[in-house]
């Protein structure tokens, strides 16, 4: 049998519609800032994909500007700012903030100041889906994007962060999206392209993946095919639950993401799981991907009360919509089996 990936939270596998708007792009040599016809075919493909990524995230009106990242989008609007939140945050955005708010048992944050606060809107380890308040000043929506029914315009949020390849686009593009009006200052200074918020000859290929990307997550949603995923999930969840009722389920009673689940058997690191389930043919996680080979306690199981054996212990399994029953299921089996040789040897 071949490899199982159940790692779509750390990045996707490429939708054919993206590869197909890149190899176009491909073929526009043209420099967008350029006023002859090719820089203008080139400036249409950007100008194309902000309005496809602007209409599937439910910002139509508000500012995307393209970046390399999320994280750079999160560095582009945190920098200069007085911000704070909570330690869930992923660490692209808690290294700009003051990370101080409490986090209730469940991955909540409660939020008393929204206007110089950040709360992302789902967590890339736990998969908890937050209630954004009116006036907010930051929301990260990489995970969410493409996964939840959202609008960018109805959550009243000031700015938000996106990255292309959460969501079946490219790695090295994403953007910040912020109402309109809102001050930004570049911090990549020079020939003021995307609005003068962030200089430098834009990604063209990249920007024309993640818009069509980005229409294709949309019409996904809308068809319902997360629900699905998620059946899966509760389903895989269930099973390793009646077979090793130790099993800790982070963020369960809470709103989660459809397709991610977080578990740990206190005392079994994560790090060794990850290897273990890697050579049996199952590519996970041990939390965020930009904190995995760093052993270490999760940070964000830490802020929800959990003790170092479970916050050392957690896996994150994350479905994508290729996932399929039987690859959950030779999962949790082979999972369980490994479960039953620890505790066996622990006990």
Same mark, same amino acid.
């Given at each position: ?68 990242? !999320?994280?750079?989008?999160? %560095?582009?609007?945190?920098? @200069?700012?007085?911000?704070? #939140? +909570? &330690? $869930? ?69 000031? !700015?938000?962060?996106?990255? %292309?390849?959460?969501?079946? @686009?490219?790695?090295?593009? #994403? +953007? &910040? $999206? ?85 578990? +740990? ?83």
């Amino acid at each position: 049998m071949g490899r199982v990936y159940l790692d779509h939270n750390a990045t996707t596998p490429l939708r054919p519609e993206a590869r197909d708007a890149m190899i176009a792009a491909m073929e526009v040599y043209g420099n967008p800032s350029s006023v002859h016809a090719e820089g203008r075919e080139a400036k249409a493909l950007i100008e194309a994909a902000r309005a496809q990524v602007a209409a599937a995230l439910g910002a139509d009106g508000a500012d995307v500007i393209f970046v390399s990242s !999320a994280t750079e989008a999160a %560095a582009l609007f945190c920098s @200069g700012r007085n911000l704070h #939140g +909570a &330690l $869930v945050e992923h660490d692209s955005v808690s290294v700009w903030i003051e990370t101080g708010l409490p986090v209730d048992q469940n991955g909540r944050v409660d939020i008393d100041a929204p206007e110089t606060s950040v709360l992302q809107l789902a967590n890339s380890e736990t998969g908890v889906v937050q209630e954004l308040p009116e006036g907010l000043a930051l929301s990260d929506m990489t995970q969410a994007f493409g996964k939840l029914p959202l609008s960018f315009n109805w959550t009243g949020v000031t !700015a938000a962060l996106v990255s %292309a390849h959460k969501l079946g @686009g490219p790695k090295g593009i #994403g +953007a &910040l $999206v912020v109402r309109r009006g809102t001050d930004i200052g570049a911090q990549l200074k020079g020939g003021g392209q995307e609005m003068g918020r962030r200089a430098g000859t834009e990604n063209v290929i990249g920007i024309a993946g993640f818009g069509a990307a980005a229409e294709a997550a949309a019409r996904d949603l809308a068809t319902g095919a997360w629900a699905r995923i998620e059946v899966l999930r509760d389903k895989m969840e269930a099973v390793i639950a009646a077979e090793a009722p130790q099993t800790v389920f982070a963020g369960q009673s809470a709103r989660r993401l459809p397709n991610t689940s977080c578990f +740990a058997t206190p005392g079994w690191k994560g790090e060794t799981q990850v290897m273990q389930m890697d050579l049996s043919g199952f590519a996970i996680s041990a939390g965020s991907a930009c904190s995995s080979g760093k052993v270490r306690a999760s940070k964000v199981l830490t802020a929800m009360g959990y003790g170092d054996d479970v916050a050392t212990g957690a896996i994150r399994v994350s479905l994508g919509l290729q996932t399929a029953e039987d690859d959950v299921m030779r999962f949790a089996e082979n999972w369980l089996a490994k479960q039953k040789k620890f505790t066996a040897r622990a006990a």
